[in-house]
């Protein structure tokens, strides 16, 4: 067996697969919440055995441990017989890291660096990778970047119209996010529809979201950009905005930059808007008449329209469309909405395909259009385990 274990930490979670690199299948999994206290969770489930107790995890390595001792008490032990490297997910690559990488103690500390442009992401992942690397010396370990699959962006998407001394100076730039799952989730579609010279938009809508522009397999516009903050309307993040809001906030309601940093995450988008930041909830309320839930729906759809008018433009053309992560896999409502005001575009949706429960990879176009509409479901730790295994062989 040569698995790939892919680790995904969080500020306060661990989440890790055991995956074969080849089929996608994933002999073990699970997840640890509330990393950080002696209050931890820990679900596991190694094929039909299943794992949940309350742990202590009062940091990350605390954290290892735990994953080690649940695969080892479900019959899939973390051993270098059955495991041939270590993928981990790291969410800001900055301007150096361009493509998976393979983990020493300079890319750890470049890594580190790159933290200050991630702040709330980049220091989990730097832990899971110290405790991985000191739990599994002998196996390699590699990073996959969630920015890499845009880090050749053209430089007129990528660059923001400020001054330009400072923008080198602080490495502001558009990074674009979710790329993992916008490479995985367009090269699936180009093989469906056997075709590589593809003008396809990609829309991963989950609790973050994000867009895509992709041209023959590069990536040419995405909506997310120095930070997962731009763009789309999201749980409880803001996407865009006018920057004088932040200037006229800061002057008018005494908001200093950690205010603000909470405003924009944690107190907007859906939830700002509509008091909900589960999309389920969310859609539930509107159904029942709610106002407030209405409107946080229909800015949520206005901003996904917008931004498919754009991206169609920018790549001057348009054969696929493509939903996933869990409000585009799992909502038909949305992608309906979504879609209503593109018939211009030549996109017509299939009803019953639109509303079907299958859960997989499928088109949902009546086919008599010009674009293809299709849910695909992202699965990041396969696209992960792919690219580990790769770099681990090389
Ligand atoms: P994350 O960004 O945390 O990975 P996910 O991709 O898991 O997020 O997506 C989470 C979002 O998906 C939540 O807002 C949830 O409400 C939504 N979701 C899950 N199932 C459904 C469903 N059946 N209908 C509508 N939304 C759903």
Do not use: C
Not at 230 to 235: D, Q, R
Not at 294 to 320: E, I, P, S
């Amino acid at each position: 067996m040569s698995n790939v274990l892919v680790i995904n930490a969080g500020s306060s979670s661990l989440k890790y697969q055991l995956v074969d690199p080849e089929t996608g299948e994933a002999s073990a999994k699970g997840l640890i919440e509330r990393v950080g206290t002696d209050k931890g969770h820990l679900k596991h489930e190694s094929g039909d055995r299943k794992d949940e107790r309350d742990v202590e995890v009062p940091h990350h390595s605390a954290a290892v441990t735990v994953m080690q001792d649940a695969m080892e008490r479900g019959g899939t032990p973390l051993t270098p017989d059955s495991v041939i490297a270590v993928g981990h997910r790291v969410v800001h690559g900055g301007r150096n890291f361009t493509e998976p990488t393979l983990i020493d103690d300079g890319v750890e500390s470049e890594i580190d660096r790159v933290a200050v442009l991630a702040p709330l992401h980049n220091p989990a992942g730097l832990a899971g990778i110290r405790s991985a690397r000191k739990a599994f010396p002998d196996l390699p370990h590699v990073a996959v970047f969630d920015t890499a699959f845009f880090s050749e962006l053209p430089a007129a998407a990528a660059t923001y119209a400020i001054d330009r001394d400072l923008a080198r100076e602080h490495a502001i730039r558009r990074y674009g996010f979710h790329g993992t799952s916008h490479e995985y989730v367009s090269q699936q579609v180009s093989s469906l529809l056997g075709r590589d010279d593809l003008k396809q938009i990609v829309l991963h809508l989950g609790n973050g979201a994000s867009i895509s522009a992709v041209d023959s397999g590069r990536a040419v516009e995405t909506s997310m950009g120095l930070t997962p903050l731009e763009g789309l309307v999201m749980g409880t993040r803001s996407g865009d905005l006018d920057p004088g809001i932040l200037l006229h906030l800061s002057r008018v309601a005494d908001l200093d930059a950690q205010g603000l940093d909470d405003l924009l995450n944690k107190k907007s988008g859906i939830y700002g808007l509509g008091g909900h930041r589960d999309f389920r909830d969310l859609a539930q309320a509107k159904d029942d008449g709610d106002e407030a839930a209405t409107l946080a729906f229909d800015v949520y759809v206005h901003r996904l329209v917008k931004y498919v008018g754009a991206y169609a433009a920018v790549l001057g053309g348009l054969d696929a469309i493509t939903f996933t992560a869990g409000v585009g896999e799992n909502s038909p409502t949305i992608r309906a909405a979504a879609l209503e005001q593109l018939g211009f575009l030549g996109v017509r949706l299939d009803e019953q395909k639109n509303s079907s429960r299958d859960g997989g990879a499928r088109r949902i176009d009546d086919g008599a259009g010009r674009v293809a509409v299709l849910v695909v479901p992202t699965n990041e730790e396969w696209a992960i385990a792919r690219h580990a295994a790769e770099v681990a062989v090389r």
